[in-house]
């Protein structure tokens, strides 16, 4: 599972949607030159910085170190990243996406060694999902250390940690840590219960209006997974899954020659707090349909094979399921940029990333 190479911002936002078979261009929010910093550009106060250097990702790791936010791709979305040490830092996170103190975040490390600074008694079965599947799409739930306090944890006993595999990502993290941080917390880089962002546009939609003038984005062009990391329960004799995602049950069950259960999805599992869980959640504006047909003027995302009727915004035609979730979240955005207010989906069928598309999908149309 491997990071795409950065690159600039793709046609997914490029605010296009397909009516009847033609493209309508939407109205851009901003020009796109906005979001682009000639080569020569050094980072400035909450740029969006693409075009990086070696040296603009240690800068980043050092302004992150004295308590600022840093927004950075994934594979799987944008995190909004603090100091995982730094209560400070961290309570800004909060602040800036409104979300409730209690929920936790889960901290990126740049290597299986760090592992032990913030877990503890790491079952066997979970040493061996990470070795399987870090740097990757994996959040592991354990017993946590004193070094993840209250403020990363929501209180709670455990802690979630999860080794990235984007490149610009793990670059980050080892600029981070080679200048004596140990992890950065970073929920996605969203508004609290909206969809998050799979590319830097996005985030600066999401949260530029909170962020301070010392907060940075760093731009790696549009994330390759598009949903967040799976997250394992690894506190227990047996793992659980309590948000599915590109490493799928077939995949875990495959390596560790086990059955696993799947915790109902809005179910926290054992009182195991995780706002990604809740029934409402990963939700656009517009409202989200699963059943029926659209009519005129609503927005429709289905698989390539699905014909688009009459009038109807084709927001995404994805080949494979693995595009389905790649585009989804970008998707959703664009029928807001639209200003549409329904969008019907048709969800995909079968398992691996399909059930991580579809438990999405049925906390979004949820919300509705
Ligand atoms: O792909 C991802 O996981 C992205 C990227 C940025 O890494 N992150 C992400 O973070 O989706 P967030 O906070 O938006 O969703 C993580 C979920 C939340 O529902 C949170 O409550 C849960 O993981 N979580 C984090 N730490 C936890 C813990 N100690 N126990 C239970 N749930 C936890
Ligand atoms: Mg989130």
């Known amino acids: ?8 911002l793709d046609d997914g936002d490029s605010g296009r949607a ?8 939407a109205k851009p929010l901003k020009n796109r030159r906005d979001f682009y910093l000639p080569s020569s550009a050094t980072i400035t106060p909450m740029s969006i910085v693409s075009q990086y250097t070696a040296t603009m990702v240690k800068t980043a ?15 799987t979305v944008y995190g909004l990243g603090a100091d995982a040490t730094n209560q400070r830092a961290v309570r800004r996170i909060y602040t800036v996406k409104g979300r409730p103190l209690d929920h936790p975040v889960i901290v990126h490390i740049s290597s299986i060694e760090s592992m032990n600074k913030w ?3 790491i079952p066997n079965y979970a040493a061996t999902l990470a070795r399987t599947f870090w740097p990757g799409p994996m959040t592991l739930i354990l017993p946590r250390t004193n070094l993840a306090k209250n403020f990363i944890t929501g209180g709670q006993e455990n802690v979630g940690i999860r080794i990235p595999s984007h490149p610009l990502a793990l670059e980050l993290l080892s600029a981070f840590e080679s200048k004596g941080g140990i992890g950065i917390a970073a929920p996605s880089a969203n508004r609290f219960g909206a969809v998050s962002p799979t590319t830097a546009h996005a985030v600066e939609i999401e949260l530029n209006s909170h962020l301070s003038a010392k907060d940075k984005i760093l731009d790696g ?28 049950l077939e995949m875990i069950e495959s390596y560790l020659n086990i059955s696993i259960e799947v915790s109902a999805s809005i179910t926290p599992v054992d ?18 349909i699963l059943i029926g047909s659209p009519s005129p003027g609503d927005g429709f995302i289905a698989l390539d ?16 399921n693995e595009e389905y979730a790649q585009i989804l ?9 639209l200003g549409l207010d329904r969008v019907f989906v048709k969800p995909p069928s079968g398992k691996g990333i399909a059930v991580a598309i579809n438990d999405r999908l049925a906390k979004a149309a949820s919300h509705s």
Do not use: W
């Open 119 to 121: 877990a503890q008694d």
């Open 18 to 25: 397909r009516v009847s078979g033609q493209f309508r261009r």
């Open 305 to 320: 094979k699905f014909f688009t009727p009459e009038k109807v915004f084709r927001l995404a035609a994805p080949k494979s």
């Open 1 to 8: 599972m491997k990071g795409r190479r950065p690159r600039p």
């Open 329 to 337: 979240y970008q998707a959703f955005r664009l029928a807001d940029k």
């Open 61 to 75: 790791a050092e302004s992150l170190l004295e308590g600022n936010l840093v927004a950075f791709p994934t594979e």
């Open 221 to 248: 062009g549009a994330c390759q997974i598009g949903v967040e990391s799976t997250i394992i329960n690894c506190t227990q004799s047996k793992p659980a899954i309590l948000r599915p995602g590109a490493i799928t």
């Open 271 to 288: 009182q195991i707090k995780a706002s990604g869980l809740h029934e409402s959640h990963y939700a656009p504006k517009a409202k989200v």
